[in-house]
């Protein structure tokens, strides 16, 4: 059974009737562009094939009461007196009818079944995909249009300042605004996206090392602290602001740490605009490239990769058959994407899997993913009597 069948199911089992909406918040996968969004900077995601769902029913009061599947647990609020008072995952659906409302959107209650397959703390944004769903569910009950960047915006809000996660806005953007068979380059400033197509005959992996990360959190404050100090020592706003000549020209003036910060921050973005030409010639030996001196310049400038990264890369990368690979998401564990040919993405995903757990005694989870669309709303059709 698929998710969908999954909730669908599970809610006419719980409440006796067919859902009136089914919602579907994507997670994602990032081939290039990191740690550029807070940095006003380029980045270039994809939706992907694994998300959460939702299937749902307007209620008559302000009540929102959900059931997580995967948690075996029905938590409810109400949308009259939003309040802090759980630490689980109902704080995310909750971090969005706060923000929502905030914005001046009325809403209203509904009730229904959730259920994802985007892992947890992997690196694959289930927080931005839970919110997403969400975000589409709140606005069908109250009869209210989508508009994506708006949506993400709510999302980035709630992650920020009802979940206190310091985050940019790629995933909720990506999860909001996602194309199927494209990759999206967002303009991190803007938020105008251009729809990029994958190179033919490729595919992408996600590369799950197994390992989680563990002070993710702070070390992305403090990464964020230091490109906001570098974009002050440039007189600019953000990094985004700074080209590679200017860098060249005035670096020497800041402290080693700072500058290599800084240097990833501002190649990045270099290189997150030359693959959109690399993708847009089909060339996924340049795309590929790209994406290798993406993780060298994560590892080593911007440090924030792990050995367990670094070792599942350096397998993947010496494949035959792989364009280039590269640590996805904020770093320190979880996963790795690839550029595979797609003839040989069998062999691939085996050979890296064997050898990864040779290197490390650890079982990593590799699986060739689909560009999909952003979030998504179906109204399945009524039942009629007779
Ligand atoms: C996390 C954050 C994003 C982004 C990436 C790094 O996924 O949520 O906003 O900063 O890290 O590129």
């Known amino acids: 059974m698929d998710m969908k069948e999954q ?5 006419e089992q719980g409440y006796g009737s067919r859902p009136r909406f089914i919602v579907r918040g994507p997670g994602r996968v990032n081939l290039i562009g990191e740690h ?7 980045v270039m995601p994809m939706a992907i094939d694994r998300a959460v769902w939702l299937a749902l029913r307007p209620r008559t009061d302000s009540l929102v009461t959900l059931t997580s599947l995967d948690m075996g647990e029905t938590a409810s609020f109400s949308l009259d007196d939003i309040q802090h008072n759980q630490s689980t995952w109902i704080e995310y659906v909750k971090g969005v009818a706060w923000a929502l409302q905030a914005k001046g959107y ?50 980035q809000q709630a992650e920020n300042q009802w979940l206190g996660v310091n985050s940019g806005i790629m995933d909720q953007m990506i999860s909001a605004a996602g194309q199927a068979g494209h990759a999206l380059l ?3 400033r ?21 390992t989680r990360r563990g002070l993710v959190d702070s070390a ?9 100090a570098a974009a002050a020592y440039f007189h600019v706003s953000a990094l985004r602001d700074v080209n590679m000549a200017q860098f060249q020209a005035q670096a020497d003036g800041l402290d080693e740490v700072t500058r290599r ?16 030409e690399a993708m847009q010639d089909e060339d996924a030996v340049r795309l590929g490239q790209l994406m290798n001196e993406s993780h060298t310049s994560l590892r080593d400038d911007f440090a924030v990769s792990s050995p367990a990264l670094n070792t599942i890369v350096d397998i993947a990368q010496g494949q035959p058959g792989c364009f280039g690979a590269r ?34 005694n650890l079982t990593p989870n590799l699986y060739i993913c689909q560009a999909t669309a952003g979030a998504e709303l179906f109204r399945p059709a009524v039942e009629r009597p007779g």
């Open 36 to 42: 550029t969004d807070y940095n006003d900077g380029f």
């Open 7 to 11: 909730v669908v199911t599970a809610f």
């Open 220 to 228: 992305y404050n403090e990464r964020r602290a230091q490109c906001d």
């Open 327 to 360: 640590m996805t998401g904020a770093g320190f564990g979880g996963c790795a994407v690839a550029l595979v040919r797609e003839d040989a993405a069998a062999i691939f995903v085996t050979a890296v899997t064997t050898a990864y757990q040779q290197a490390t």
């Open 261 to 276: 910060r800084a240097y990833h921050v501002i190649s990045e973005n270099e290189r997150v605009l030359a693959a959109k």
């Open 190 to 210: 803007s938020l105008e996206t251009e729809a990029v197509p994958l190179p033919p005959q490729t595919v992408v992996v996600i590369l799950d090392t197994s």
């Open 106 to 155: 009325s809403l209203s209650g509904w009730e229904g079944v959730m259920a994802g397959d985007v892992p947890i703390g992997a690196g694959l944004s289930s927080s931005a995909a839970v919110e997403m769903a969400a975000a589409r569910a709140f606005l069908a009950v109250s009869d209210q249009s989508w508009e994506p960047a708006a949506m993400a915006r709510v999302g």
């Open 186 to 188: 967002i303009d991190c």
